[in-house]
């Protein structure tokens, strides 16, 4: 296991906990009444309550933007640079940023804004919700170099939410190519959506073809299966189960991310 994860987040096994930004101009759920002052206020109560509780990184992510698009608007974009730059005096641990869904446009935001690393689909073509989905990880991966951002950390989600990988590939042989292709920092498995979660079997099935590239549980893990999870994942990004009642469109509940992250150090000291 290579220890870029120590190096950028301070430990192993690490938790990154997701502040999801409420819809933004552009977007059909958007407030224009309450507008960007309210989502910048929303998205750093959710950030404190993320980083009392104690995790070791937050993702931003425009959750809220449903429909998602393939390639966002540019006032997606700029909607959140404002929001983490308006919060960059009160971020305290390592953050990164996923525009759904579009890898390049969560290259550029991490860019501008100081993130460090990003999560997105980079590889592959499926067949979604949002229609028939293609991607560029030669283009999408030489645009990362043409702006200077060689050092944001890539995370590319392999079993993405909503979608299907169109042919007759299983998941190991997905891994494989991926790692050999495209050299990714860190792989992420998901469930179908947001909140579902991570299938044991898969996650196993990655880990044991992706040898030194970390393997992230992206979706479901909760306090009652996060020792299991971290059993076979080398981290976890938690949305959901840090959310009021865990449903995915609740705020963050600090008690909740707190109770989480003892049973996480519980992990980590055995």
Request: glycine fraction near 8%; charge should be negative; proline fraction near 3%.
């Amino acid at each position: 296991m290579t220890n870029w994860l120590k190096d950028v987040f301070g430990t192993e096994k690490p938790i990154i906990g997701m502040c999801h930004i409420l819809a933004l101009p552009g977007d059909p759920g958007y407030d224009a009444e309450k507008g960007m002052d309210w989502v910048v206020t929303r998205a750093r109560q959710d950030l404190l309550a993320l980083q009392r509780g104690g995790v070791d990184a937050i993702l931003f992510s425009n959750e809220f933007s449903l429909p998602y698009l393939t390639k966002v608007e540019t006032i997606t974009s700029v909607s959140v640079a404002r929001v983490i730059g308006e919060l960059k005096s009160d971020i305290r641990i390592p953050y990164g940023v996923n525009m759904l869904w579009d890898p390049s446009a969560s290259i550029d935001v991490a860019m501008a804004t100081g993130g460090q690393f990003v999560r997105e689909i980079f590889t592959g073509v499926y067949s979604s919700d949002f229609g028939l989905w293609n991607t560029d990880a030669g283009k999408t991966i030489r645009h990362q170099h043409a702006i200077g951002a060689q050092s944001v950390k890539l995370f590319f989600n392999i079993v993405p939410e909503a979608a299907r990988y169109i042919g007759e590939r299983d998941i190991a042989d997905i891994a494989r190519s991926t790692i050999f292709n495209a050299r990714p920092d860190a792989l992420c498995v998901s469930g179908l959506t947001a909140g579902a979660e991570t299938s044991f079997q898969t996650l196993e099935q990655v880990k044991n073809v992706a040898k030194d590239t970390p393997v992230f549980a992206n979706t479901g893990v909760r306090e009652n299966n996060v020792q299991d999870q971290l059993a076979i994942a080398d981290g976890a990004i938690v949305g959901t189960a840090f959310k009021y009642e865990s449903v995915t469109w609740n705020a963050i509940e600090e008690a909740r991310v707190a109770s989480f992250m003892s049973k996480v150090r519980q992990f980590r000291t055995k």
